[in-house]
């Protein structure tokens, strides 16, 4: 079951792009797109948490911990990703962005003294060949997109790590992404306003994207 949720996850991750490519068309800057993002799943997250628990509480010394988790992995991740659609195919920005996997390898080594397995290396050696093979020999590259993508695969390769060493397991999944989706929230809104780059949707259809991303 776990290995199924991990590959339907990937599969819908591998779908984004399509979607934040239809709210680009809709005039919705990269800034707000993460904005909506989170808050349009906050609430979600906080009715299915909710029903779980019967409580939104958390410990007050988790909230400093979900804020570094959530403006990594939900804030610096996926506005680094969609810039790099602005300079390059979604496609190939994709796939630079899954370095992460050895990303998470190499900072579990270096930070936190995990042992490396050969299945784990013989993983990620098939990871390394698989991103090379999707690149068509003579075709350029545009930096600014690639530094972009690769930022963004690891910036989601520290947010995997500290999720991975989270110290407050009580809190429930969920719980979790709701407080990662209301900090990351407050802080792009803050960022929006600030560099006044607050877009929203002009249609139904870009509302149905930002919803289902």
């Not at 810039?83 to 050895?102: C, E, I, N, Q, R």
Request: aromatic share 14%; hydrophobic share 55%.
């Amino acid at each position: 079951k776990g290995y199924f949720l991990v590959i339907f996850s990937a599969v819908i991750f591998g779908c984004m792009p399509l979607l934040v490519k239809g709210i680009y068309a809709d005039g919705v800057n990269s800034l707000s797109v993460v904005l909506l993002r989170n808050l349009l799943s906050a609430p979600v997250a906080a009715v299915l948490a909710y029903l779980q628990r019967r409580s939104l509480k958390i410990p007050a010394g988790a909230l400093p911990e979900i804020a570094r988790l959530g403006i990594v992995g939900c804030c610096v991740t996926p506005l680094m990703l969609f810039s790099a659609y602005s300079f390059m195919d979604s496609g190939t920005a994709m796939v630079l962005h899954f370095v992460y996997p050895a990303a998470v390898l190499a900072g579990g080594v270096l930070f936190y003294r995990e042992r490396v397995t050969i299945g784990a290396l013989v993983s990620i050696a098939v990871c390394i060949l698989g991103i090379s093979m999707f690149y068509p020999p003579g075709t350029p590259l545009d930096w600014r997109g690639s530094a972009l993508a690769l930022i963004s695969g690891l910036a989601y390769a520290i947010y995997v790590l500290l999720l991975a060493h989270f110290k407050y397991r009580e809190v429930s999944g969920y719980l979790l992404s709701f407080y990662i989706f209301a900090v990351n929230s407050v802080v792009m809104l803050a960022v929006c306003l600030g560099l006044d780059m607050l877009t929203m949707p002009t249609s139904a259809y870009g509302w149905f994207l930002c919803f289902v991303l």
